[in-house]
């Protein structure tokens, strides 16, 4: 059964830090590569970061490197997105996906199996 279950959204002020949390199923968690995709209003959706299947390769788009880091959890079947220096265009809906590429994927039509999204917005 392909579950993604994302967590952890909510309202911070810029500068601030969230955690994203996406517990998947086993199956789906152990297949490939994770990652995450954000959509903010009025845009279309975006890549955020991904890690490889066994975690020891990840990649970032230009705009959160240095501020934000992905990490898996094989014990928990769980992937996080640590969100640091938070910023207003960072508002965005943030969905966790599963590819089943063992590699990083960049390419968002290269993943499979989605969530149904966690609400981060950053506002003073």
């Known amino acids: 059964q392909v579950q993604l279950v994302e967590s952890g959204g909510g309202l911070v002020q810029p500068g601030g830090s969230l955690r994203l949390s996406c517990k998947a199923s086993?199956?789906?968690?152990?297949?490939?590569?994770m990652g995450w995709i954000r959509q903010a209003p009025g845009k279309e959706r975006e890549f955020v970061a991904t890690i490889s299947r066994s975690g020891l390769s990840s990649s970032y788009a230009d705009f959160v490197k240095g501020r934000f880091s992905i990490s898996r959890d094989s014990a928990e079947n769980t992937v996080y997105l640590q969100m640091n220096g938070l910023k207003f265009e960072d508002t965005a809906v943030y969905y966790c996906?599963?590819?089943?590429?063992?590699?990083?994927?960049?390419?968002?039509?290269?993943?499979?199996?989605w969530g149904q999204g966690t609400q981060v917005t950053v506002s003073s």
């Open positions: 086993r199956p789906t968690f152990t297949r490939g590569a």
């Open positions: 996906a599963a590819s089943p590429s063992p590699n990083t994927v960049v390419e968002e039509r290269e993943y499979d199996y």
